[in-house]
């Protein structure tokens, strides 16, 4: 492999006061008026973890999906990182789902929430990007990777990719899991994505070997 694994990561997590002031401003730039769209491409999209109002498929352009991110907690560790899903500037386009959060008594409660999951650790940015639907376009938040992050891993092949994720794991469970649940969302929803297919179909032949 040419990968090197890092060494030296320690988990970060924003203090709460800066994880809300980014929320805050987040929602301040809001393009839709009351309604706010959030763009699920990875986890959102199979656990979502709150009933949206409303959800469509939707496109997301000039932007791509990638394994991008080293992540020493979730599904790995600092000894043995994972990698993190992110989506990346350039290439694409992307499908995934856009969920319209209900804009009731609930609200408040699923944006913390969101954000706590999404936005502690300070690698994503939340810019509002158009979402293509066939209902029309909407702007969604769309968690995009922080390029400048201690741990953004960048373009790795998908050899690197499936060696590192295969022998990663973490509190919740094997990194290569999450690829698995990811694919089993992609033929639910009809969504096609023949990279991380391929990459999932790879890492299996790995821990079969293994096993």
């Known amino acids: 492999m040419t990968v090197e694994l890092p060494k030296g990561l320690k988990p970060f997590n924003f203090p709460d006061e800066v994880r809300r002031a980014n929320m805050a401003d987040t929602l301040s730039r809001n393009p839709n008026g009351d309604d706010i769209w959030i763009f699920g491409y990875g986890s959102l999209m199979w656990d979502p973890r709150f009933e949206p109002a409303e959800q469509r498929i939707a496109t997301l352009n000039c932007h791509h999906r990638s394994f ?3 992540t020493t907690r979730g599904r790995g560790t600092p000894e043995r ?6 989506i990346v500037p350039g290439g694409g386009p992307i499908k995934g789902v856009a969920f319209r959060l209900a804009n009731d008594h609930t609200l408040e409660e699923v944006l913390e929430a969101l954000w706590v999951r999404e936005m502690s650790s300070g690698v994503y940015h939340a810019p509002w990007l158009p979402l293509e639907t066939e209902q029309g376009i909407v702007h969604g938040v ?11 891993a960048g373009e790795l092949s998908l050899e690197d990719k499936a060696w590192v994720m295969s022998g990663a794991k973490g509190p919740n469970g094997w990194c290569y899991e999450y690829l698995a649940a990811m694919v089993k969302a992609y033929e639910r929803l009809g969504l ?7 990459l999932h179909d790879r890492i299996h ?3 079969g070997k293994r096993s």
Do not use: K, M, S, T
Not at 142 to 152: I, L, S
């Open 68 to 70: 991008c991110f080293w």
């Open 81 to 86: 990182p994972g990698l993190g899903l992110g």
């Open 142 to 152: 769309v968690y995009v990777a922080n390029e400048a992050h201690q741990n953004f």
């Open 192 to 198: 096609d994505d023949p990279e991380h297919v391929e």
């Open 205 to 207: 032949a790995i821990v």
